[in-house]
């Protein structure tokens, strides 16, 4: 029976302001020298090898997921982690942190219109409507109208995010795993480190990190080992840990929501370490585009969404901010089943599913 408030809302909070958290760190490693792709490594990279402990310790099940679920795993590495990650820390290299993440944050309803027009599985009126909201809100965060031009590699680089996010969605629609959570996490993060190390060491992305200058996050030079330390322990590991905590005790649909305080999280964050300051337009535009997207997550197909974006702050998350788990469709034998494990709740479902297709 999962909880409705308490203390599984705080736990997707502060996996929420966790993954905030992320962009502003990750943005003052570039400014300082260090690549994209450099600054992805490292956080991957050392966030799987301390999940790799945890994993160690716990035995979760990991050699049997990777016989059973290795497809999904591969999947969840290289679209929800790789894809969206990387997408977004090289698109904060040219905007701003809250841009790039709102940015981010339409992946449900590019899924939505796919669903709709190839799929042809009409959602409801109340999805529909959150969609539109939503895309008046991202108007209002370009603001093309206004002669102020986002740099157009830095567009690209978050709409890219923001299409790894839905190809994830789509495809893991289609699997059937029981793969329990930390496994995916861990696995995943270690499928995405690799293929930030190739995409670095075969050229296809730059990889630089060297010529370190000053971190300066709130007008304080942190240095480069307390960043990146804090990046991987903080935006990462905590709030993935966090994050499949509140899953499993609220449910993948709520802690979505509750995930959302992810842009709050960076916005705040990016203005009092990064001097960013979102015009009013801007900040218009992106409170109205959370509550579309807020609205597609309330009545949309939740075998399609999933629980939320993969970490989208450079999380893995519209992504969420919360890690997004399909939701498992097989009850794990006993042997599988962990404390990381979400339950499904098959009479929500049902109910959400009948509302999707009236």
């Known amino acids: 029976m999962r909880e409705f408030g308490g203390a599984g809302v705080g736990l997707a909070a502060a996996s929420a302001v966790s993954f905030g958290l992320s962009g502003p760190f990750a943005k003052a490693l570039i400014d300082a020298g260090w690549s994209s792709d450099g600054t992805l490594l490292v956080r991957l990279g050392g966030a799987s090898v301390?999940?790799?402990?945890?994993?160690?310790?716990?035995?979760?099940?990991?050699?049997?997921?990777?016989?059973?679920?290795?497809?999904?795993?591969?999947?969840?590495?290289?679209?929800?982690?790789?894809?969206?990650?990387?997408?977004?820390?090289?698109?904060?290299?040219?905007?701003?942190v809250s841009v790039a993440l709102l940015l981010v944050y339409t992946s449900p309803v590019l899924v939505i219109v796919w669903v709709w027009l190839v799929r042809r599985r009409r959602p409801s009126r109340l999805t529909v409507l959150g969609g539109g909201i939503a895309v008046v809100g991202l108007s209002l965060v370009v603001q093309v109208w206004t002669g102020v031009v986002l740099d157009w590699r830095g567009l690209a680089w978050a709409l890219s995010a923001a299409v790894c996010s839905a190809v994830y969605f789509l495809l893991a629609d289609r699997a059937d795993s029981t793969t329990p959570a930390l496994v995916l996490a861990g696995v995943g993060l270690a499928v995405g480190t690799v293929i930030s190390l190739v995409a670095g060491v075969t050229g296809l992305l730059p990889l630089v990190l060297t010529?370190?200058?000053?971190?300066?996050?709130?007008?304080?030079?942190?240095?480069?080992?307390?960043?990146?330390?804090?990046?991987?322990?903080?935006?990462?590991?905590?709030?993935?840990?966090?994050?499949?905590?509140?899953?499993?005790?609220?449910?993948?649909?709520?802690?979505?929501?509750?995930?959302?305080?992810?842009?709050?999280?960076?916005?705040?964050?990016?203005?009092?370490?990064?001097?960013?300051?979102?015009?009013?337009?801007?900040?218009?535009?992106?409170?109205?585009?959370?509550?579309?997207?807020?609205?597609?997550?309330?009545?949309?197909?939740?075998?399609?969404?999933?629980?939320?974006?993969?970490?989208?702050?450079?999380?893995?998350?519209?992504?969420?901010?919360?890690?997004?788990?399909?939701?498992?469709?097989?009850?794990?034998?006993?042997?599988?089943?962990?404390?990381?494990?979400?339950?499904?709740?098959?009479?929500?479902?049902?109910?959400?599913?009948?509302?999707f297709e009236r």
């Open 50 to 96: 301390v999940l790799a402990a945890v994993l160690a310790v716990t035995r979760p099940g990991v050699v049997a997921a990777l016989r059973r679920d290795s497809p999904v795993l591969v999947l969840y590495g290289t679209f929800a982690v790789a894809g969206v990650q990387g997408s977004f820390l090289n698109a904060v290299r040219y905007l701003p």
């Open 211 to 355: 010529n370190v200058r000053g971190v300066v996050l709130g007008g304080v030079d942190l240095g480069w080992p307390f960043a990146a330390v804090f990046l991987v322990l903080v935006p990462t590991v905590l709030a993935y840990r966090t994050g499949i905590a509140a899953v499993r005790r609220i449910g993948a649909s709520r802690a979505s929501l509750v995930g959302l305080l992810e842009v709050v999280s960076a916005g705040a964050a990016s203005w009092l370490l990064l001097g960013e300051v979102p015009t009013s337009a801007q900040a218009a535009g992106g409170a109205l585009l959370l509550a579309g997207v807020a609205l597609t997550q309330l009545r949309a197909e939740p075998s399609v969404l999933g629980p939320g974006p993969p970490s989208l702050s450079g999380g893995l998350g519209p992504g969420t901010g919360l890690l997004a788990v399909p939701e498992h469709r097989d009850a794990p034998t006993a042997d599988a089943r962990t404390d990381d494990a979400p339950t499904a709740d098959a009479p929500a479902t049902r109910e959400v599913q009948r509302e």
